[in-house]
């Protein structure tokens, strides 16, 4: 059975760090590309970053570019996303997705997310 | 703003037949497969069409995708209160970013 349990979440001041971490079970870590998706409050769906089951290729959505970098560490089947100089509007509960394969964008499982809020 | 657009919300009463659509572009549902998923509150998404058209192993064969040219369609057919969810879709974009729609809520009446 596929397992995603994120951590990591919390409250951060403006223009802080926080390093999110998803721990994965139940696949081949390194054969599947991976992605973080965000949900503010109240609000829909948003892609944050994706990378690939080696490792070797990342995306960013424009919104992170820059401030937020994803890494999967295959022996630990575990999926981070580091998150530097935190912005308000980065608040949002923060999903770990694995993809179903054969490429990026149709993520089959969801963990349950991890809270980030942003607030000074 | 999404990139993909939905219409905000639907309603249908039991047993009826409700569809969303699903609008984006030559970049995205027109080169990509459309993928659907189903939020109901305090939980994660969970996927109920990929491939455009396909059914993951025990989504109810009332739920059905479909697409053409650079819109999708998701229906729900026989309608069941427990269908009354926010439903997503969501493609991959040549420009290297997954997009998704803005959602759209439906109420079973």
């Known amino acids: 059975e596929v397992q995603l349990l994120e951590s990591g979440g919390g409250l951060v001041q403006p223009g802080g760090s926080l390093r999110l971490s998803c721990a994965a079970s139940?696949?081949?870590?390194?054969?599947?590309?991976k992605s973080w998706v965000r949900q503010a409050p109240g609000k829909g769906l948003e892609w944050v970053s994706s990378?690939?089951?080696?490792?070797?290729?990342?995306y960013y959505s424009d919104s992170v570019k820059g401030r937020f970098t994803i890494s999967g560490d295959d022996s630990k089947s575990t999926l981070f996303l580091q998150m530097n100089s935190l912005r308000v509007e980065d608040t949002a509960k923060y999903y770990c997705?694995?993809?179903?394969?054969?490429?990026?964008?149709?993520?089959?499982?969801w963990g349950q997310g991890t809270l980030v809020t942003v607030s000074s | 703003q999404s990139v993909l657009t939905q219409p905000p919300s639907t309603s249908g009463t039991p047993g009826q037949r409700v569809t969303i659509s699903c609008s984006g572009s030559?970049?995205?549902?027109?080169?990509?497969?459309v993928n659907w998923y189903q939020q109901f509150p305090g939980t994660a998404p969970k996927l109920l069409i990929y491939s455009s058209n396909q059914r993951p192993s025990g989504v109810p064969d009332r739920f059905s995708g479909s697409k053409s040219g650079t819109s999708a369609s998701l229906a729900i057919s026989g309608l069941q209160s427990e269908d009354e969810a926010v439903y997503y879709c969501a493609a991959w974009d040549d420009s290297l970013l997954w997009v998704f729609g803005g959602g759209t809520k439906v109420t079973v009446l």
């Open positions: 990378i690939s089951g080696s490792g070797f290729t990342r």
């Open positions: 997705v694995k993809d179903l394969g054969g490429g990026y964008g149709s993520g089959d499982y």
């Open positions: 030559s970049s995205n549902i027109g080169n990509h497969a």
């Open positions: 139940g696949f081949t870590f390194s054969n599947f590309a």
